[in-house]
């Protein structure tokens, strides 16, 4: 005990200094429902335009393979959607199709949406344009020249790391209450446009500098230009850093229920049309869609990765997500016009295989495979 003590002393005076260290060790690994502890701003739906639903909804049983896959992820929504009609849907015992989770970082996809959104109507002006432009604290040397396409790419080439200990990034920008503080106290140590490292503070980046572009903050911007002309049945809530004039945690956070991240699918399936309304150009969601192939760390280029989406192409079958920490997906299999959700509290099916690599044979993977071969004929 008396060994413990000065360390127990050091994580209290480390706590009172940063609440983030607090709170990361009492909250512990974030879960998928709504955290309540955190403040949050409504995202707010219309006129709802109902899903439309197959004449087979239901009708057949989920293969016992996959429900094997869906039982042992603990998973708590699951639907899969074929020619834009809701064919199949299950949800675990306490959660419904209205029922709000954290997609985490299916965010990303919806901020990178939201870009091709600001895009289109001239908020910006191109993506080559410096984010400096719109936000002034980048206004320095090396930050200066970090453009809306570094940040969709996860390129700023910032000195900020995602790590899991209580006091790194993760919990730096999960946890904490001032993110635009963290965000202005990086610097860049690699030329921005020229390395791919995954990292969440880039689309918070973005988000800062893309709110000002457009004149109010993400939350608003999504209930006008997305959230209620795809006609979302259901408000959604996004988490902020601070309830006084807080930010949104745009890298995660998106709290929403499967039949709305639907939606997303189906937007980005039709290549940004929804039934007849173009929301974000075509061309935009092309070059989201498209590898951008730059190098990683170990020089080996990222090929699965376009403007904050997912480009997995497994077996060939061209599928592209949007993705999120514990498996969430937003799938879209264009070849076979299937899209499915899976909200679920892991990704993994025994202790152990968290962390490791299962090249080909992911979770994932194995998803959409399963998927096909219930659905795809």
Known sequence: MQKLFPLLVGMCL???????????IFLNDPGVKVEKTMPLRQVKN?????????DNYNKSAIPDSLRYLLNKSRT???????EDRLLCEWYAKGYSDSSLTNPFSVTKSIVSI????????????????PICNYYPPYRKEGLNTITFKDLLRMSSGVNYRDN???????ARI???????????????????GTEFRYKNCDPEILTL????????????????????PIGAAHPAEWSIDNPKNGVERSYCCFHTDARDLSRIGILYEHQGNWFGKQIVDTAYVKASLTPHNLPRENGKQQTHNGYLWWLRDVDGLGDFAADGLKGQYVCVIPSKHLIFVRLGK??????????????????????????VKAWGS
């Open 114 to 129: 939201l870009t091709g959104v600001a895009l289109k109507e001239g908020k910006i002006k191109s993506l080559e344009e």
């Open 46 to 54: 219309g006129t709802t335009r109902p899903l439309s639903v197959s």
């Open 209 to 228: 500098a893309l709110q000002n572009a457009v004149g109010m903050n993400m939350s608003d911007y999504a209930s006008q230009k997305l959230w209620q």
């Open 14 to 24: 480390i706590a009172a200094c940063n609440p983030y260290f607090a709170r990361s």
């Open 76 to 82: 708590v929504a699951f639907l899969v959607l074929k």
């Open 174 to 192: 999960y946890y904490g209450n001032n993110i635009p503080k963290l965000i202005n106290s990086f610097k860049v140590v690699k030329q921005p």
């Open 346 to 371: 892991r990704d993994w099916l025994k202790h152990g295989q968290r962390f490791k690599a299962q090249k080909g044979n992911s979770f994932y993977s194995n998803m959409v495979r399963q998927v």
């Open 164 to 170: 899991l200990n209580p006091a790194g990034g993760t």
